[in-house]
């Protein structure tokens, strides 16, 4: 993560049995957001990458509830790949954060479904006969209002740099 102009960050209370899921302070001096920055990584047990963050968004279910939330990151993570026995799936995490009025900033700009988006944001491997969509920004339903713009950035213009591609939302905070 990374902050410019007068934006300052300050890392919150981390729970060490989520490593790649860190909660900060983003703020300046007239807006607070909490942002958790996730890279979802493949449990010891087995393949479900939505577990950890479904662990993590569950210990940090209190600081959900406030406004100004943002979950940012690879989540590693796809409805498509749901088993409906599995209560830590993409689908149950998705309607975790809707209970807590945070919404995936690409699926509601768009008007996309989960599992049927339209854009991809990695290709594996670097393949394009590979696309999946599995990075997301997740934002509460005050944010949800302020979003100007949500790209996934060019399989040309990023291929060169990595396997995924940035999403980038852009918000109107005035």
Known sequence: ???????????????PDF????????????ISWTVFAIWAQKPETHDCYAEQVWNAVHFYSDILSNENII???DFNSNSI????????NHTNLVAFLKAKN?????HHFHNQAQGKE???????????????????????????RKI?????????????????KPLIVDFDLN
């Open 1 to 15: 993560m990374f902050a410019f102009g007068d934006l300052k960050i300050k890392p919150l209370a981390h729970n």
């Open 19 to 30: 490593k790649f899921i860190l909660p900060l302070n983003i703020y300046n001096d007239k």
């Open 71 to 73: 979950l940012a990151g």
């Open 81 to 88: 790949w749901d088993r409906p026995k599995r209560i830590y």
């Open 102 to 106: 945070i919404l995936s900033a690409y």
């Open 118 to 144: 339209k854009d991809s944001t990695l290709f594996m491997h670097r393949k394009v006969d590979r696309p999946y969509h599995i990075d997301y920004c997740f934002a509460s339903q005050n944010l949800i």
């Open 148 to 164: 100007k713009s949500v790209e996934i950035g060019a399989y040309d213009t990023w291929t060169k740099y990595s396997d995924h």
